[in-house]
C-alpha cells in the first residue's frame, strides 16, 4: 500500500515547472552543511514568518515525529527563544534574513557566527529561504486543504 501524496505536493504538481523547481531546491537544501535538525529549523522558522498555515503545520509535524523537544517546537511555532541557544542563533538569524528580505544586521551575523556558524553557512540558509519561500508562496495562491495526519499541528498566525 502507498501512503498518499501530502495535499501540498499535490498541488505543486499542478504545475510542474513548480514542482520541478521545488524538488530541485530540496535537492540542492539537502546537500547544504546543515544536518536534518538545522534544516527543519529554517524551514518551520520561513515557514512562521510567511504565516503558511500549512507548511508550519507540516513542518511542526516532522519535528515532532523525529522527537524534537516540544518546547523547541513551540518555540519555533510562536516565534520564540529556542532552548538551544545555537538553534535559537540560527532561527534568530534566519527570522532576520526573512524579515529583512536577504538584509540582515551586523548583530544577526555576529550572533551567528558567535554560536558556531560559518560565513558559508550563512549564505547556505539562503537557499532554505528560497526553497521554502517557493513552497510558501505555491501555497498561499492555491491554498492545500490541511492533510488530516496534520491536523493536530494546525497553526494559525499570532
Known sequence: MSEAVPN???R????????RAFFAMKEIFDQTSFDAREREIITTVVSVEHRCRYCVA???AHLANSDEDPVTIAALRGGGRLPDARLDALAGYVRALVRGRGTVG????AALRSSGYTDAQAREAV?????MTLSNYTNHLAPAALDESLWPFGWSPA
Open 8 to 10: 501540498l505536493m499535490a
Open 12 to 19: 505543486l504538481q499542478e504545475t510542474p515547472a513548480v514542482a
Open 58 to 60: 507540516f513542518h511542526s
Open 106 to 109: 551586523p548583530g544577526d551575523l
Open 127 to 131: 537557499i532554505g529561504v528560497a526553497f
